[in-house]
């Protein structure tokens, strides 16, 4: 017969009171962080707690302070490299500042991203990081909704119209017309953009993709277009490019048209591999038949062949700072200005020049 151990009890705020001498009042105070206890007192009873291994009831410290030493994270894509080093720069701010993070993926569905606000609230996260699915005002009631629950709210990559909250953004639109430029000094004319954001086509407008790094980019290249006299297809802007399916089948469009791009720019580190193993399989070399710009910059790019050209962003930092200025707004302190945050365009050996020049006339 096997003995069932009867289950350990573990510590209360009153056992470390009797340990350090103190009542289960000055005990609680000092546990919880709320009201006023003598050094001494904090001193005696910190060491009582570590000696008995007590850990704090979350929920009942919640309840006194109002506070959950918890922030919540809303992102589109866990799985996206990108995302998972903004992740790591919040949890390493988090940390040190006392603070655990709530995480959340939207999967880029505005349902989902709803969903989540309203769960982490409900566990009263004490501030929340959204990089938002999308930037029209319309959709984002839920997050005017976090800021009247009285909580503390940093957009992540986005930002959101009509909504007077900060926004953790790189700047795009320099780098993404140098990018341009040096596939249009190369000769291409056909460049397309893949991109995983949702948008209803046809599109004609960079600010059809609101106010998000898409449109900063999209407005880059039709830039470097314009300053060189040369005409902008905007149909060569694919969106939608969700997984390796809708990527393939983008693809498949792009080369029935007559005229094919000769260049490809992937939005992110998962598009441009799906994009390069499309490419493989039509046996279609890089740069010999087609050049290639990817966003995000990851130790891979570097070691595949040819090395590819990036546009680098600081996205750990990013990450960093978007959970410094929230924690600071948690707890009622100023912010301080912006940092910039500067992409770049680190040339490698993923552009070349334009094999057949037939459809690609000034």
Not at 37 to 46: F, L
Not at 95 to 112: C, F, I, K, M, T
Not at 232 to 256: G, Q
Request: hydrophobic share 45%; charged share 20%; net charge negative.
């Amino acid at each position: 017969m096997t003995n069932i151990l009867p289950p350990i009890k573990a510590p209360t705020v009153a056992d470390v009171a009797r340990a350090a001498n103190v009542s289960k009042a000055q005990a609680a105070r000092a546990l919880g962080g709320y009201g006023a206890v003598s050094e001494e007192v904090q001193i005696r009873v910190n060491r009582a707690a570590a000696e008995l291994g007590y850990r704090p009831n979350e929920l009942a410290r919640s309840m006194n302070t109002g506070r959950s030493n918890t922030i919540g994270v809303i992102v589109g894509d866990i799985e996206n490299p990108h995302f998972g080093l903004a992740l790591r720069g919040m949890a390493d701010v988090a940390r040190l500042a006392g603070y655990h993070l709530l995480l959340s993926n939207s999967d880029e569905q505005l349902p989902a991203e709803q969903d989540a606000v309203h769960v982490m609230l409900e566990k009263r996260v004490d501030g929340i990081i959204v990089a938002p699915c999308s930037s029209a005002a319309d959709d984002n009631a839920h997050l005017a909704q976090i800021l009247a629950a009285g909580r503390a709210l940093v957009l992540f990559d986005r930002a959101v119209e009509g909504l007077e909250v900060e926004a953790i953004c790189a700047e795009f639109t320099r780098p993404a017309r140098e990018a341009t430029r040096q596939l249009l000094a190369a000769g291409h004319r056909r460049i397309a953009y893949i991109t995983s954001m949702r948008c209803a086509e046809p599109w004609r407008y960079p600010e059809d993709f609101g106010l998000t790094p898409v449109a900063q980019r999209v407005g880059g290249m039709e830039q470097a277009f314009t300053d060189a006299g040369l005409p902008f297809d905007p149909t060569l802007i694919k969106a939608n490019a969700l997984d390796d399916a809708s990527i393939a089948r983008i693809v498949d469009d792009l080369w029935k048209l007559a005229a094919p791009p000769t260049a490809l720019i992937a939005s992110d580190s998962l598009i441009a591999m799906s994009l390069l193993r499309e490419l493989s399989q039509r046996g279609l070399r890089i740069p010999q038949d087609l050049s290639f710009v990817m966003y995000d910059n990851f130790p891979w790019t570097e070691i595949v062949n040819p090395p590819l050209t990036v546009v680098a962003q600081p996205v750990y930092e990013m990450g960093r700072e978007a959970a410094r200025r929230l924690i600071a707004r948690i707890k009622g302190e100023e912010t301080g200005p912006m940092p910039p945050f500067t992409a770049e365009l680190l040339v490698r050996g993923s552009i070349g020049g334009v094999r057949d020049t037939t459809f690609y006339q000034k």
